[in-house]
């Protein structure tokens, strides 16, 4: 039952990554750049209604299921700076390599009374030891000096991956964007 809301209420959940990477300048505007990250992403769901013939006392009206995975990941990352100067706009595109460290599984319980528990449940399957995510990211460049630079910029990352639980396979898409903050150190 947990597994089937799982999959038909998913939500948007915050998590975060962070590293540090190795730049390696291909030309004036073009860069290559990999390096180590860690991150932890979320896959959670609204709060869905369970939907009983006869209530049975001490039942939860809904449920809130979140899976929490973490990762150690390897990045590899083309980027194009354009205009001059100190500060000027960039683009990047890449993969990343997500080496599955760990999860966390837990589900808010809310009862009739207004009463509402967490519990955290061991799941009964596995996960794929190595994923891969196709990465779109865009901002500005900030060089601190000829070997240091910041971006701050957005990102868009997309991961699919196929897991077993509970006997059932099935897809996961997680999809994720946000505020991308990067300190690169040159070759």
Excluded at 47 to 52: A, C, G, N, V
Excluded at 75 to 94: D, F, R
Excluded at 119 to 126: C, E, M, N, R, V
Aim: glycine share 8%; net charge neutral; proline share 4%.
């Amino acid at each position: 039952r947990i597994l089937s809301l799982l999959r038909e209420a998913s939500g948007t959940s915050i998590g975060y990554t962070g590293g540090i990477n190795l730049k390696w300048n291909v030309t004036d505007r073009l860069s290559l750049a990999s390096g180590l990250w860690i991150s932890v992403k979320k896959n959670s769901s609204k709060k869905t209604d369970i939907l009983q013939d006869i209530p049975e006392p001490n039942t939860p009206e809904a449920l809130r299921p979140v899976v929490r995975k973490s990762y150690v990941d390897i990045p590899l990352v083309a980027s194009y700076t354009l205009g001059e100067g100190k500060i000027k706009p960039y683009l990047s595109l890449g993969v990343i390599g997500h080496i599955f460290q760990g999860y966390q599984y837990y589900v808010s319980q809310y009862f009739e009374n207004g009463d509402v528990t967490r519990a955290s449940f061991d799941l009964i399957g596995d996960f794929p030891a190595f994923t891969a995510s196709a990465m779109l990211a865009g901002g500005l460049d900030v060089a601190l000096s000829s070997k240091v630079n910041l971006r701050i910029g957005h990102s868009f990352k997309h991961m699919f991956q196929n897991a077993n639980i509970e006997s059932s396979s099935f897809n996961i898409f997680f999809y994720s964007a946000g505020l991308e903050t990067e300190l690169n150190f040159s070759l």
